[in-house]
């Protein structure tokens, strides 16, 4: 069946600001380049509904499995996920069919200063078992407080006094337009991102070819080449969100360069190793380095909390 004949392509999206806000982007780019209307479809997914930690609620998944369902069932055509969100296990009936350029992929510290400057003891929010164990390893002294929420809401926790700073995605920040609240940009390295921060999926059936197609439009070679890096070191390490695992991958000189992290959830120890190869190996790039971590007692990492 022709996407035409449908009338408007509509786009599950969770309800959040910055869900809505992303996913809005996507459809105006698309209708742009393809001259097809979209309309965006809100959708409850169980990390939306929850008040508990990631990591407690099945971490890797919760964000994705409502939308996935909505495509599958036909309810909604295709939809838009953060692509940090994915777990990168294929799910039998669903495509990646496209990956759109990929924003700033950093962590950014949100507070009146910069890391350095906080004060010993300060109190720094973040719900990210990998960002929990960089911030312990670049500074021992602060106290971790894990937190739920959107992104306004962590904020205000700043703006209130409750915590002294928070962690989140510069990307996500820069879409809900609170860049203001941005103390310091974490270079990967001092932080590695969590593999494919920064960047966008859009899933749709796996049957659809026309609607393949069409998504493909947007579709940025250089972020799929770039996040299929990152995840395949997640996916071979056999890690989701709830892992204080970190990948970063970028193309520099025709070379894609590519380093990840696992790190001990208190901060003492990590492993940190870097390759880099052409582009087009992206997906055996990846593990070579995970192999590589393996090695090295990557696993013994992942498995310690407190």
């Known amino acids: 069946m022709s996407t035409g004949s449908r009338g408007p392509l509509r786009l599950g999206t969770r309800k959040s600001l910055m869900a809505t806000t992303q996913s809005q982007g996507v459809a105006d780019t698309?209708?742009?380049?393809?001259g097809h209307a979209v309309e965006l479809v809100g959708v409850t997914t169980q990390g939306d509904v929850s008040k508990a930690l990631l990591a407690q609620i099945g971490g890797t998944g919760v964000f994705v499995n409502a939308l996935r369902d909505k495509v599958l069932s036909g309810e909604v055509d295709f939809a838009v996920h953060s692509?940090?969100?994915l777990p990168t296990s294929e799910t039998p009936g669903i495509v990646l069919a496209a990956t759109p350029a990929r924003d700033d992929p950093r962590d950014a510290l949100c507070g009146p200063s910069k890391l350095a400057d906080l004060p010993r003891g300060a109190r720094i929010g973040t719900g990210s078992p990998r960002r929990v164990a960089q911030l312990r390893a670049l500074r021992p002294d602060l106290e971790i407080v894990p937190i739920r929420g959107n992104a306004d809401?962590?904020?205000?926790k700043v703006g209130d006094g409750e915590l002294d700073a928070v962690v989140l995605a510069h990307a996500g920040l820069?879409?809900?337009?609170?860049?203001?609240?941005?103390?310091?940009?974490?270079?990967?390295?001092?932080?590695l991102?969590?593999?494919?921060?920064?960047?966008?999926?859009?899933?749709?059936?796996?049957?659809?070819d026309d609607l393949r197609e069409l998504l493909g439009t947007v579709d940025d070679a250089a972020t799929r080449r770039a996040v299929t890096a990152e995840r395949t070191v997640l996916a071979v390490l056999e890690a989701g969100c709830s892992a204080p695992v970190g990948t970063?991958?970028?193309e520099v000189d025709e070379r894609l360069h590519l380093t990840a992290t696992v790190a001990a959830y208190d901060g003492s120890r990590q492993v940190r190793l870097s390759a880099s190869g052409h582009p087009d190996d992206a997906e055996r790039l990846g593990r070579d380095l995970a192999a590589r971590l393996l090695a090295q007692g990557a696993d013994q990492l992942m498995g310690e909390r407190e």
């Open 193 to 208: 991102p969590a593999p494919g921060q920064g960047a966008l999926a859009l899933e749709c059936r796996a049957d659809r």
């Open 248 to 250: 970063y991958a970028a």
């Open 174 to 191: 820069k879409r809900i337009g609170r860049l203001d609240a941005v103390g310091e940009v974490f270079d990967p390295d001092q932080m």
């Open 153 to 156: 809401t962590r904020l205000r």
């Open 30 to 34: 698309l209708s742009e380049l393809t």
């Open 83 to 85: 692509l940090k969100d």
